[in-house]
């Protein structure tokens, strides 16, 4: 089965593969301090059904709160050590957080 990869602009995409769907940096926003999305519209609600989440580093732009709280609840969210610890909100969204 080919693999699929959906880019959704910045860091973000969901790569699809024999039926499982990992989305990679979520941010589903226009804006973000100094960044600005140039192309195409904020990604649709279906962007944020995976059955995990990978999250590259603690910058805001690759952990976004408000669009990991876009997630389902119990959605696998893969993180870096200490991702809990440093950014406190992050255990509130509910999700299924392996560091």
């Known amino acids: 089965m080919p693999v699929e990869v959906t880019w959704w602009g910045h860091a973000t995409c969901t790569i699809e593969e024999s039926g499982v769907r990992l989305l990679t940096d979520p941010l589903f926003a226009r804006r973000l301090a100094h960044l600005r999305r140039r192309r195409g519209a904020v990604p649709p609600p279906e962007a944020a059904v995976a059955d995990a989440v990978l999250v590259s580093h603690l910058h805001a732009d690759h952990l976004h ?18 991702a809990s610890r440093a950014v406190p909100g992050l255990s509130r969204l509910g999700l299924s957080i392996t560091e």
């Open 65 to 82: 709160l408000p669009s990991l709280a876009r997630l389902a609840p119990g959605t696998r969210l893969i993180a870096p050590a200490g």
